[in-house]
């Protein structure tokens, strides 16, 4: 952290986005995690990507549980509306924020802890009830807040700080996501922003529950030899699988790839998402294969990034819900509580 | 892309502007640090160290060191370096016990100065520590040169003058007083180990137009005249005066006007606003007294009535400009403006007409004697020249600086030893980390605007001459105003093989002018920085390859404003806050002298 805010300095050469916005409209205070965190890092991934995507500050919601991950909504986009929830329970809060005002933009930042451990049951519904909502875990696999104890993803064979051997095996939070029949699983490294900030914007513009696992060292507690979570190991053991580039509704493709290169897949507010495979064989769109693709880097001990599943065909909660269009929040009273006959009307009909 | 050289002393000094844009490289940021601290004494001493007359050029420099300043370039003004400067020499206490030991005992080198001004006696300054014996020609009665004929005392008040010009002459300078040197092959004669000349560029430019001889009973040379006014021998000008040129002397002169009676001046200039010579601040200092400025208007005749001069005559000019450039110019029509004085003001030379051109120093075809911009040797050894004296007219500044450069020139000559072989400038490198998030300097950035200088109301400031405008910082403006300074001396200092690519300072940079990228050529890498590169005249800093990925971090020390963030958020300490102290050679440095008892002033370390 820094003792002193980061100043604000406009420069005469500062880019504008599409709503005439700075970057520096999208950042938040000052953050107090340890200095070289990677959770930062991701936070300035999040502030470009929404800055670049030129979302209205007021439009986005963004919930946390908690944890030192979970910390990190109040250092973007200071204008949200937000709302840091119980440990391992803010699946259920962002369920019914979105059942209020389905128009938000919806970005969920959880830790290894709060969606691993304590919230996994939690993690599991939202991903099948595919809420609309990007769900970003910041995977450092130790609990930093409490100095640095194994988590849930952490590999077995990892060593801790302080030389114990990780026996445990570990939860795989793409390849859950895709067995519990999510619709949107990657990977990203907090220290690759090229390649996370496409994936925040492919995920904010997929309709439905976009999980993004962002391996996100903890400098305090788990960035030294040994570790399978440390900067130098996750850049030398890194696979890229798929690249992913959101082009907006409005812009041409323009660049041309081989067949087999790369797919597209439409999203529902016409953007496309272009997925450039390193691997031919490799089918994005398939489940069965992601997950063997998955194990297979595994075994080698790689960590596979990139966008590895998507399925953009899958209902989300307000599709299987059957709810009405319009947000709740913009209903207006007369609607919500139609009155004593209404209530009386409805029963009947249940009887 | 070729790694950075950060031993090289020349990449921080750029990196320090105001150093930079400084002829003399005064230690700026270091100053403004300890007038914050409230050490006023040791800020004098640090800028005396430089440029040896804190307290006139707190008042009337030429300020380089302000448009340069880092500050300008977040869309702010710059830090008002020059009024802080006066105010470590309006509140420091007595400096007598720090400045040099002169030795009783003498080398046997006598040098001979030709005029007291900036230059001739920072040549003293800087030599008599050596033991030389220093004698200086003076053609007026009291020393200063052009800082005292020419610089009115309602901007220069006359004690600081005597002040800072005495600390030097109490040195035991020879000064003689009322001595005009008539011929240098005489000077010569009189067996000088060396001889100094500083006379300045005395002389005023001439209008010559029609009724030029007729009106001349009111037709004044610009700087002259000011002389004139200095020395008490002019008290008085009519009522209506116009003043020919738009230079700084210009504003002094219609200012000067003013306080001797005059109740209707008016600059006349041939050009628009946009082709001014003076300072903007000196144009809105005499713009704030009322003096009017008039554009565009051509000198044509100086119109004489009755063996009187009534007025003058213009063409009024119309221009045609083009990228800042006049293309075209045309004569609207003529104008007569009446008047009872002119002061004519367009420039001035230096003039040699008491140097013998057979004495084997060679003047080029413009009549100047040819001089070598790093020595300040003439083509006859053992002359020096410096000052407007070398090479026209520019500022004090510049002036103080040729003398250190002649101080060198003249102790190495004297010492048979070669004048080409000059010390390099130093760096010394010390961090500024004091615990985790602490830094010996105040780091946080202040948004605070430049503070105004209050002035002495219009009504007060005509009653006398001598009655200084400028009312200097109070406590309270030269508190925000010393906030300003970015300390651009504390810089940000890289180790390639403890960075872990974090993105740490990428993030928390409030000008995003660090980028972590591929290397490649310069202008490639140029393509792929974060905020676009400004201006090519600042330097890129380029690291060597990263452990992790073999990129480089590149940063635009054109952006930085040194908020120390960048090591503050970094986890390895790859980046530290460092203060740059640059040490410039001077005479003292140069060697031991001859005399025993001399020597070198403690040199200040970076910690």
Same mark, same amino acid.
């Given at each position: 952290m820094t003792y002193i805010p980061k100043p604000r300095i406009d420069l005469p050469t500062d880019r504008i986005n599409a709503i005439g916005l700075r970057q520096r409209d999208y950042e938040g205070v000052l953050s107090t995690l340890c200095a070289g965190c990677g959770h930062d890092s991701i936070t300035a991934a999040i502030v470009q990507a929404f800055w670049e995507l030129a979302i209205e500050p007021h439009q986005v919601a963004k919930l946390s549980g908690i944890g030192c991950s979970s910390k990190t909504p109040a250092y973007f986009i200071s204008g949200a509306h937000g709302f840091n929830s119980v440990h391992g329970r803010m699946p259920s809060v962002a369920t019914g924020a979105l059942a209020g005002n389905r128009d938000l933009t919806c970005i969920a930042v959880s830790g290894d802890g709060d969606s691993l451990s304590i919230g996994f049951g939690q993690f599991g519904h939202v991903v099948r009830r595919n809420l609309n909502m990007l769900y970003i875990i910041e995977n450092n696999g130790v609990y930093g807040l409490t100095k640095g104890q194994f988590s849930a993803s952490a590999d077995p064979g990892s060593k801790a700080k302080k030389g114990q051997v990780n026996q445990m095996q570990a939860i795989d939070p793409v390849a859950t996501a895709i067995a519990l029949g999510g619709s949107f699983a990657a990977r990203g490294f907090s220290g690759d922003r090229d390649q996370l900030v496409p994936l925040i914007k492919a995920g904010v513009r997929h309709r439905g529950c976009a999980v993004i696992d962002v391996v996100s060292p903890c400098v305090t507690f788990n960035d030294h030899e040994g570790s399978t979570k440390s900067y130098a190991y996750t850049r030398k053991m890194s696979h890229k699988a798929v690249e992913a580039d959101l082009v907006p509704? &409005? *812009? *041409?493709?323009?660049v041309s790839y081989a067949d087999g290169d790369a797919v597209r897949v439409r999203l529902h507010d016409g953007s496309t998402v272009l997925l450039r495979k390193?691997?031919? &064989?490799?089918?994005?769109?398939d489940r069965s294969t992601a997950l063997q693709y998955l194990e297979k880097h595994r075994a080698r001990g790689e960590v596979v990034t990139g966008l590895m599943f998507l399925d953009e065909t899958l209902p989300e909660m307000h599709d299987v819900f059957g709810t009405t269009s319009a947000p709740l929040a913009e209903t207006g009273y007369e609607a919500l509580v139609p009155g004593k006959e209404a209530l009386a009307k409805l029963q009947k009909k249940m009887r | 892309m070729e790694r950075t !050289?950060?031993?090289? /002393?020349a990449y921080f000094h750029q990196v320090v502007d105001c150093q930079w844009g400084c002829p003399a490289h005064t230690d700026v940021p270091e100053y403004i640090r300890l007038i914050a601290q409230g050490h006023f004494t040791d800020a004098y001493m640090v800028n005396r160290e430089s440029n040896v007359f804190p307290g006139i050029l707190g008042r009337v420099c030429d300020r380089p060191c302000e448009p340069a300043c880092r500050r300008g370039r977040t869309g702010q003004k710059p830090v008002a370096i020059c009024r802080l400067k006066r105010v470590a020499a309006d509140h420091r206490q007595d400096v007598s016990d720090r400045l040099p030991v002169i030795p009783s005992e003498k080398n046997g080198k006598r040098i001979a100065l030709v005029g007291a001004g900036c230059a001739s006696l920072t040549v003293c300054n800087d030599l008599m520590p050596l033991g030389y014996e220093c004698t200086v020609f003076e053609a007026l009665d009291k020393p200063g040169g052009l800082m005292r004929s020419n610089i009115p005392a309602f901007r220069l008040p006359a004690e600081v003058l005597d002040e800072e010009l005495g600390m030097i002459v109490d040195m035991g300078v020879d000064l003689r007083l009322g001595?005009?040197? !008539?011929s240098l092959a005489a000077l010569l004669d009189e067996g000088y180990d060396a001889v100094f000349i500083g006379s300045g560029a005395p002389k005023g430019k001439e209008l010559d137009l029609p009724g030029r001889t007729e009106g001349d009973a009111n037709i004044h040379i610009g700087i002259s005249w000011l002389e004139s006014v200095a020395f008490g021998h002019t008290k008085e000008i009519g009522k209506r005066v116009l003043i020919i040129g738009v230079g700084n002397t210009a504003m002094d002169c219609c200012r000067t006007s003013l306080r001797l009676g005059a109740a209707d001046v008016k600059v006349m200039a041939r050009k628009p606003r946009d082709f001014f010579k003076a300072s903007e601040w000196e144009l809105e200092d005499a713009e704030e007294e009322n003096v009017e400025i008039v554009i565009n208007h051509s000198p044509k005749a100086f119109v004489v009535e009755g063996g009187k001069l009534t007025g003058m005559r213009f063409d009024r000019m119309e221009y045609t400009t083009e990228d800042g450039r006049i293309v075209d110019q045309r004569i609207v029509d003529e104008v007569v403006i009446p008047c009872d004085d002119v002061v004519l003001a367009i420039g001035q030379e230096n003039a040699f007409p008491w140097i013998e051109r057979d004495i084997g120093l060679e003047f080029d075809r413009w009549d100047v004697p040819v001089v070598d911009r790093t020595t300040f040797e003439s083509t006859r050894p053992g002359v020096f020249f410096g000052g407007d004296a070398a090479f026209g007219p520019e500022n004090i500044i510049w002036a103080v600086e040729h003398g250190h450069q002649a101080a060198i020139s003249i102790h190495k000559h004297c010492q048979g030893e070669s004048m080409a072989e000059r010390l390099p400038p130093t760096l010394n490198l010390g961090s500024r980390k004091m615990g985790m998030h602490e830094w010996a300097y105040s780091n946080d950035f202040d948004p605070a605007a430049r503070r105004k200088m209050e002035h002495v109301p219009l009504l007060e400031r005509f009653k006398a001459l001598s009655t200084e405008v400028e009312l200097g910082f109070d406590a309270e403006q030269t508190a925000v105003e010393v906030e300003r300074c970015l300390n651009c001396d504390i810089q940000t200092v890289f180790t390639d093989?403890? $960075?872990? =690519? $974090?993105?740490a300072c990428l993030d928390i940079c409030p000008t995003q002018c660090l980028t972590i990228t591929a290397d490649g050529p310069e202008e490639d890498v140029e393509t792929r920085l974060?905020?676009?590169?400004? =201006? /090519?005249e600042q330097p890129l800093f380029a690291s060597g390859p990263l452990k992790q990925t073999a990129r480089i971090m590149v940063k635009d020390e054109n952006l930085c404003v040194h908020c120390g963030l960048c090591a503050e958020r970094c986890p390895t300490a790859a980046w530290d806050m460092q203060k740059s102290l640059l040490h410039f050679p001077k005479a003292i440095d140069h060697g031991p002298a001859t005399c025993p008892t001399s020597r070198p002033l403690p040199q200040r370390k970076a910690g």
């Open positions: 509704p &409005a *812009e *041409e493709i323009t390193n691997d031919p &064989a490799y089918d994005p769109t | !050289d950060i031993s090289n /002393p001595q005009r040197v !008539d093989d403890l $960075c872990i =690519e $974090c993105d974060k905020a676009p590169r400004l =201006e /090519p």
